[in-house]
């Protein structure tokens, strides 16, 4: 069976036919206000509860009006998504596929303007980040998920049938369903952790993020339109909480899909083991949190290749990614040849409305984040042992705007070094040249995450000595990179510790994850006698 191949990235040069259809996407969106009903069953719900998505460059632009899930409604989802499974069981994984196929096939094609559009919208993405991720990486995701699936039933059977004996396994779904929490940051991953247990028979119950209900929606339309059966997949805007309780109130609750935060994670975490006693089986748990994302640089490295993975890596999409690099360890002489030089780079950078493709930067997503944000720099600014050497402004009169930060700092210990800040800060920590073993311990030992990170050095001996040293501390590890921008099948995704399972998603392990085998075994002559041979008398 030939595998898929990644997604083609469109480049939206000037005049090109993709950027004249965007821009005028982009219009057409800005020009309406979407009501955007909970999908249960296949069908639309009204709720009347409504909460209003806005445009984080521009908070004052309504682009959609939200009914919020109440409880009847998310005890609706979850009946509906266990009435669904064995319908969408019998229809068997050939047909599964081809309906996943199929929506890959439309995201590739007339919906591609659309679900980029919406996510430039609603989550402030450049043409470029909205291509990658809501475009490429989708579609990948439902290709080679697909792919992986369909090899698993020959990978797994059983090695050995002596005579008289067939032994086989049943590659079965989860019973039950599979409640998918996910994030603002990634279209794709927010409709890759309901499709995903899908495709191997099991049923979900979507909770998208507040920050992200549009782009979803469009997608959760797309996957409808592919011919995706009614309750497979439902759709419910609303809190968190009161959804994670209706679900594990339901005793055929089956398993958690999450990206988010390490906090709420293991919160989620904590009430499925107190609700154990209540579920008919024990639920997968799979789930991707935070990161603080490390660049360790040698003294022998290539500089300008440094320079620019910490300007991609820390600020593309104003470091609201996962992987972005948000703590940097420096050599003192590298430093001292390119941080003037680095400064000068970032203050380029120009920053304002994603339909302005000469921006490099746009907002952070609300209010909220830009509070937390502002407040890690407003604290480092009164810090004797920090220095903002480029940044430091904000602004959120009009959009939730904030400047491509770099702290220095003396205290590799600093909340900046240590904490997930989750917005376009770097902080860096200028080490003398002969500490580079310290520092890779210093790394190490630091934080509590492990999600990306990457080493930068010209000699294979000390790439070596980083790789070994740092094993357990990035679950994507990059050399000479930035630790940002894992592709599907080729870096699937995921990191340990207090970054989450590490279930790979992009990969067949996380597929793996929602299947529950059943080992089989035929025999063709029975036996007539209850008696062994032992027993016979001498």
């Known amino acids: 069976m030939n595998h898929p191949v990644n997604e083609p990235i469109l480049g939206y040069s000037p005049g090109s036919k993709e950027r004249i259809e965007i821009k005028a996407e982009l219009d ?8 955007i009903p909970c999908i249960i069953n296949g069908k639309e719900v009204f709720t009347g509860n409504i909460a209003t998505q806005v445009i984080p460059h521009n908070h004052s632009h309504i682009i959609a009006r939200v009914h919020m899930a109440g409880k009847d409604e998310m005890e609706n989802a979850c009946k509906a998504a266990v009435n669904a499974q064995q319908n969408w069981i019998d229809i068997g994984l050939e047909s599964r596929c081809e309906i996943f196929e199929k929506c890959a096939d439309l995201l590739a094609g007339e919906w591609r303007m659309r679900v980029n559009a919406s996510t430039m919208l609603n989550q402030s993405k450049t043409v470029f980040q909205a291509e990658i991720d809501s475009a490429c990486e989708l579609i990948d995701f439902w290709r080679f998920n697909c792919f992986y699936a369909r090899n698993f039933h020959d990978d797994f059977q059983p090695l050995v049938s002596p005579p008289g004996v067939k032994n086989s396994t049943e590659i079965r779904p989860l019973e039950g369903f599979v409640l998918s929490i ?23 119950v979507w909770k998208p993020s507040r920050n992200s209900y549009l782009s979803n929606y469009v997608l959760m339309q797309l996957m409808m ?51 154990l006693p209540n579920l008919r089986s024990y639920p997968r748990i799979v789930g991707e949190t935070g990161g603080k994302d490390f660049v360790v640089a040698h003294p022998n490295c290539n500089e300008r290749g440094l320079l620019v993975a910490l300007l991609r890596g820390s600020f593309e999409f104003q470091g609201q990614k996962c992987s972005a690099a948000s703590r940097a360890y420096v050599p003192q002489s590298v430093w001292s040849s390119i941080s003037d030089e680095l400064c000068d780079e970032i203050r380029k950078i120009k920053m304002g409305d994603a339909k302005d493709f000469t921006n490099f930067m746009t907002a952070v997503i609300d209010q909220r984040s830009f509070d937390k944000i502002t407040g890690y ?5 009164e810090d004797k042992s920090c220095e903002v050497i480029v940044g430091g402004n904000y602004d959120d009169s009009i ?7 770099i702290i220095v700092t003396s205290n590799p210990k600093s909340e900046t070094m240590i904490d997930e800040i989750f917005g376009p800060v770097l902080t860096v920590y200028v080490y003398d040249d002969d500490k580079f073993d310290e520092v890779l311990t210093l790394c190490d030992e630091s934080s509590p995450y492990a999600l990306t990170g990457s080493i930068f050095a010209n000699d294979e001996s000390d790439v070596q000595k980083a790789f070994n040293a740092l094993r357990f501390t990035a ?5 000479n990179d930035k630790p940002t921008g894992a592709v599907v099948a080729q870096q699937p995704f995921g990191g340990a510790r207090a970054s ?35 027993m016979q008398s001498e």
């Open 475 to 479: 679950g994507n590890f990059y050399i």
């Open 399 to 405: 959009g939730w705007f904030i400047e491509p930060t």
């Open 500 to 534: 989450g399972t590490n279930d790979k998603a992009g990969g067949p392990l996380n597929l793996l994850r929602w299947i529950s085998p059943r080992s089989v075994k035929r025999t063709f002559e029975p036996p007539q006698d209850w008696d062994y041979q032992f």
């Open 28 to 35: 057409r969106q800005m020009s309406e206000v979407i009501e």
């Open 377 to 381: 720099i407003d604290r480092a600014k």
């Open 182 to 204: 996910t994030p603002f940051n990634f279209t794709s991953i927010a409709a890759n952790l309901p499709s995903a247990p899908a495709i191997v028979g099991c049923t979900s």
């Open 225 to 275: 339109e592919a011919g995706l059966p009614d309750g497979v997949i439902n759709f419910l805007p609303g809190s968190g909480a009161e959804i994670t309780e209706v679900a594990l109130a339901n005793p055929d609750f089956a398993g958690l899909h999450f990206t988010g935060s390490t906090a709420t994670f293991q919160g989620l975490w904590q009430e499925i083991g107190i609700a």
